[in-house]
């Protein structure tokens, strides 16, 4: 059996009763809205202060800094230029060794040095650098000596020969070293007792002041180098001049003895040879004067002597 409960209608105070609650929720959604806008606009306004505030704070750090800098270079300034007066690295003792041509006032004005300099100023390497620059400087090694010396090591070019290198209309005479370095002209007063080569062109035979590879030029220098290892026949003492010639080759004149020798351009070694045997043949049997020319050039396996006759 089923019971049956009516439902009751609902009175008229609960049916007005809803619109006060929605009205309530209205007002608060609101007033939650206008909140949240004034709490942003303080986040702002903190947020503004704390950026300008940082801004304000890194600017007096930026200003620290550049005064304690300009501070540091005032004293590192003043404790060099204390230093650049001290006594203590004053220059009390200047060594040069190995000058012969060039002087030690040369060599002392090329390195901007004197008594009384601070060493603490002085650039060795570009000291170095002025005196190498010198005609007849080679090598140079400067070494300071703390605190108040400095050493200076030169090592001058040793003439070899002498070589008359065209240049132009002009004709200037140098000194030749062993290897075939061409350096400074022939001053007045220096030693010239030197065999010269000749008929050199510049550019041609000579480049940056060293005798071409595989040119004439170094041919004669080879040829002076052989010279000049003692023979008793064939001394460098006893050549005079050796002439580059581009269609004989090298010929050679001896010191007193006035006939050339032609050489040609290659096989000097065993031509240089070959003339010393010849010579001491001419010697023994004193018919030196009577010779007009040698060829060494003449055949490969021959020698013309003009003027004297030897044994075949």
């Not at 040095?113 to 390497?125: E, I, M, R």
């Not at 061409?182 to 035979?205: C, L, M, N, W, Y």
């Not at 070694?269 to 004067?289: D, G, I, N």
């Amino acid at each position: 059996m089923a019971i049956y409960t009516p439902r009751q209608a609902p009175s008229r105070s609960q049916k007005n009763g809803s619109k006060p609650r929605r009205f309530t929720k209205l007002i608060g959604l609101l007033l939650r809205r206008n909140t949240r806008a004034v709490q942003f606009r303080a986040q702002t306004m903190v947020s503004g202060a704390h950026r300008a505030w940082q801004l304000k704070r890194l600017a007096q750090i930026a200003v620290l800094l550049v005064v304690l800098a300009g501070g540091l270079a005032a004293i590192v300034w003043g404790a060099t230029q204390l230093l650049f007066r001290s006594d203590i690295f004053r220059l009390t003792d200047i060594r040069i060794s190995g000058v012969r041509i060039t002087t030690e006032r040369q060599i002392l004005d090329l390195a901007g040095l004197q008594q009384g300099n601070s060493l603490l100023q002085f650039n060795a390497k570009a000291a170095e650098a002025k005196i190498a620059a010198h005609p007849w400087v080679d090598q140079v090694k400067i070494k300071a000596q703390w605190p108040s010396a400095v050493d200076i090591t030169v090592r001058e070019y040793q003439p070899f020969a002498l070589v008359n290198v065209e240049e132009g209309k002009e004709r200037r005479l140098r000194y030749v070293s062993r290897e075939g370095h061409v350096f400074a002209e022939v001053g007045q007063g220096q030693e010239f007792d030197f065999p010269v080569i000749t008929g050199v062109v510049s550019r041609k035979d000579v480049t940056a002041d060293q005798f071409v590879k595989g040119g004439l030029a170094e041919a004669a220098c080879n040829f002076l180098f052989l010279a000049s290892k003692g023979n008793a026949i064939l001394p460098i003492q006893s050549v005079s001049e050796v002439h580059v010639d581009p269609q004989h080759g090298l010929i050679v004149y001896l010191l007193d003895r006035p006939f050339p020798v032609y050489f040609g351009k290659d096989r000097l070694q065993t031509k240089y040879f070959r003339l010393v045997k010849v010579l001491e043949q001419l010697y023994a049997k004193k018919q030196v004067e009577a010779v007009k020319e040698i060829r060494m050039d003449y055949s490969d396996d021959k020698i013309l002597v003009a003027g004297a006759e030897l044994d075949r």
